[in-house]
């Protein structure tokens, strides 16, 4: 009996929206089994899941709502993504900071700069770490949004295992390269740009983005 079968194309547009969908589960996860859900976190990842499903739904159906772009305060985009991921950090050894995002508005959607910004944060606890840290500057009419890790360390594999029946099943470990295909299709989106360095004494993430013209 032979299964129906999706080309490449569709079945990597799939895969990227289960990426995404992901990510924002993994996070509640970790907030529930912490004890102590920040409500800005649990809320704004809730938020980011039935954003994920939209975007699922509408891949397979060709149905589902779209977001029209608005102006988006890049200080609480970035506060919101550091709490939803500062459990995570933790428990990989590490810790996740936000050290500075000026008073700025980008035009876009603030569903997409998240899921961006969720990738970059979990790319550099997963990959790089143990201190991450996130901020942004103005640079002319644009913004740069960067996360930095400090370099690969040996990780206590015990902080990794637990709760590991969850983590395991929602993570996607073993799947990589969505993360950053979703970082580069938002930054195009936005008429922005992406770039990531790597070096001996970690890498740097840079999501550059074109500030709203309301910003003084």
Do not use: C, K, Y
């Amino acid at each position: 009996m032979t299964g129906f079968r999706l080309g490449g194309t569709r079945r990597a547009a799939l895969n990227e929206a289960l990426h995404e969908l992901r990510r924002p589960l993994q996070a509640l996860a970790l907030a529930v089994g912490a004890g102590r859900p920040g409500a800005t976190g649990v809320e704004s990842s809730l938020f980011l899941v039935t954003a994920a499903v939209d975007r699922l739904d509408q891949e397979i159906n060709g149905s589902g709502p779209r977001h029209e772009p608005r102006p988006v305060p890049v200080r609480p985009l970035l506060e919101a993504a550091v709490v939803r991921w500062r459990s995570r950090a933790r428990r990989a050894g590490g810790e996740l900071s936000l050290v500075g995002a000026p008073p700025a508005l980008v035009e876009g959607d603030p569903l997409e700069l998240a899921q961006a910004l969720d990738n970059l944060i979990v790319n550099a606890i997963e990959h790089g770490g143990p201190i991450v840290e996130v901020g942004a500057r103005r640079h002319g009419r644009r913004v740069r949004i960067a996360v930095a890790d400090s370099g690969r360390t040996p990780r206590e594999t015990a902080r990794w295992a637990s709760p590991a029946s969850v983590l395991a099943r929602i993570t996607g470990r073993n799947r990589r390269g969505h993360g950053l295909t979703v970082v580069r299709r938002v930054a195009n989106a936005h008429g922005g740009r992406f770039e990531l360095r790597r070096s001996e004494r970690g890498s740097v993430a840079t999501l550059e983005l074109p500030l709203a013209d309301r910003t003084p």
